[in-house]
Structure formats: C-alpha cells, structure tokens
C-alpha cells in the first residue's frame, strides 16, 4: 500500500536555527497537506500543495512539492518557541478516498 | 458549532468492555474522517464517511470496529470487546466537501485507555 515517510523522526535546534523536515510518498500525490501537532494537542492544518514543483510561504514557513509530485519540504526561518510541535505531511490514497499520514517530525526549540 | 467536537475525552475501559465515541463534526461539513493514533505516531486512517455513506472502512482493524453517521452529521465509533491494543488517541476530522482537496479540521480527540 502507499507509504508516507518523514525524516528527520527528532529534531532539536536553539532558537532562531533554521528547520526542515522533509516527506517522501511511495506514490504519486495529487496534493499534499501538512499540519501541524502542539503537544497533547490534535492536528492542525497549515497548508495544501497542489502544483508539480509548487513553493508556498507563511511567514516563516516555506513549503515546497516536488516536481514529481512524490516529496515534499517545511522549511521554518529562524525557529521560536512557539514552533515547538510535531509537523505531519499527508497524501490521498491512490484512490483519494483517505488521507495518509507521515510518521512526523517532532521539533523541540531550546531556548 | 465552532469545532470539531469529540466525547467523551478520555475513556477507561476494562479489557472486553464495549466503548462509543462520539464525534460532532463542524455543522454542515459533508466529510468525516475517523483516525487511531498511537504515542508518538501520526494518524492512522480507520474510516470514511460522506454523508450518512460509508465510502472507505479499509483502515478499521477488526471487525470488532463499527463505525457509523446514521443522519449525515455526529458521528459514533465503537468498539466491542475491547482490547489492550486499543489504547489510543482516536481523532475525527470533517470537512466542507467530498474528495481529497479540503482542510481536515480536528477534533481534541478522545483518548482510550484499556486496562
């Protein structure tokens, strides 16, 4: 079945260093979405990706699709506390019914 | 509403207990989405409803889930004979439309402890 991975699985930076997490997808993806997880929180969404190649900044976030529409990158400038949080990528099954989820990046910001 | 709402929010079951959680989707959202999941996992897909139809019931792990939106809106999952690998987060999700394209807006979740 499609498999979504992410790496880094831990990721611990002082703050104001820059993060990235990235996602790859066994399959093709007709969009991708990421969220993100406050501790003992529930997801919430940040974006959607849709376009071979496509680039999309909030702020300090930067997010990228692969031009084979397979990988995808959260890129977050000069990190603060608040970004602390676990940041999931998700696809549609190869029948767009349902959503797969990456295992996460937990990010932790010293400060 | 102003949310995704789940209860109850935690639920302690002892081992062969039936449980039923409920999920009330943002009013008028067509989707809803049922996910497990586990300490320090992402979400794991159980089950798919659009409207009162259950399109995708693929991710359910064993028949001992059953999942239903009899109206079209709240929605319950149950679990029969619950076991010690039950014990999870279970979080809903809907959305304003149908297909793949829409934000999924979580609810809090309700955390299942089976003992």
């Known amino acids: 079945g499609q498999q979504v991975m992410q790496i880094p699985q831990y990721q611990h930076v002082q703050e104001g260093e820059d993060f990235t997490t990235y996602c790859n997808s066994s399959t093709t993806l007709s969009n991708i979405q990421w969220y993100k997880q406050r501790p003992g929180g529930h997801p919430v969404f940040l974006i959607q990706?849709?376009?071979?190649?496509e680039v999309k900044k909030q702020k300090r976030l930067t997010f990228q699709f692969g031009e084979a529409k397979k990988n995808s990158s959260l890129h977050i400038t000069a990190t603060q506390t608040t970004d602390v949080g676990t940041y999931f990528c998700a696809g549609p099954d190869n029948y767009g019914q349902n959503f797969v989820f990456g295992p996460g990046t937990r990010l932790s910001v010293l400060p | 509403g102003a949310g995704v709402s789940q209860s109850p929010r935690y639920k302690v079951a002892k081992r062969g207990q039936d449980v039923a959680l409920r999920c009330d989707p943002i009013?008028?959202?067509?989707?809803l989405f049922w996910y497990q999941q586990a300490l320090g996992q992402g979400p794991e897909f159980l089950t798919y409803f659009q409207n009162e139809a259950q399109l995708d019931k693929s991710g359910l792990p064993s028949d001992r889930f059953f999942a239903e939106r009899p109206e079209g809106s709240v929605s319950t999952l149950k679990i029969q004979r619950t076991q010690q690998e039950d014990s999870a987060v279970y979080l809903c999700?809907?959305?304003?439309?149908?297909?793949?394209?829409?934000?999924?807006?979580f609810g809090p979740g309700t955390r299942l402890t089976v003992l």
């Open positions: 009013s008028g959202h067509v989707s």
């Open positions: 990706l849709v376009k071979s190649g």
């Open positions: 999700a809907s959305t304003i439309g149908g297909g793949s394209y829409n934000e999924q807006f």
